[in-house]
């Protein structure tokens, strides 16, 4: 079973940037479907962003532009770049990974069977 691990959390202001970070253990994230959700209070978790094993990505409409996924497969680690960022985009971010390549075709919670237990940020206007 899988092992991921988020960090680089924080607070920011508006308009300033984070970068998360996720690292890995028990399979190779080159041949998973991995990803972002975010989770803001009293809210329903949200997918942010995914990136197939073959490197295709896909944005939840919201982050477009602003943010940035990447992965270094030698490190085995996941990464989340955020410019610009809004209030709005504060909340528990969760690294997600799953086997299956279909995962990544669509935002959704159900598709990720592997949770990290994620990290917070914090953005004031």
């Known amino acids: 079973q899988g092992h991921l691990v988020e960090s680089g959390g924080g607070s920011a202001q508006a308009g300033g940037s984070l970068r998360l970070s996720c690292v890995v253990s028990?399979?190779?994230?080159?041949?998973?479907?991995m990803g972002w959700f975010r989770q803001a209070p009293g809210k329903d978790d949200e997918g942010v962003t995914v990136v197939g094993s073959d490197g295709r990505v896909k944005y939840a409409d919201s982050v477009k532009v602003r943010f940035t996924i990447s992965k270094d497969n030698a490190r085995n680690t996941l990464y989340l770049e955020m410019n610009n960022l809004k209030a709005e985009d504060s909340g528990r971010y969760y690294c997600?990974?799953?086997?299956?390549?279909?995962?990544?075709?669509?935002?959704?919670?159900?598709?990720?069977?592997?949770w990290g237990k994620g990290t917070q940020v914090t953005v004031s206007s």
């Open positions: 028990g399979f190779t994230i080159s041949t998973y479907c």
């Open positions: 997600v990974a799953d086997p299956w390549a279909g995962a990544c075709l669509h935002l959704q919670r159900g598709n990720f069977g592997l």
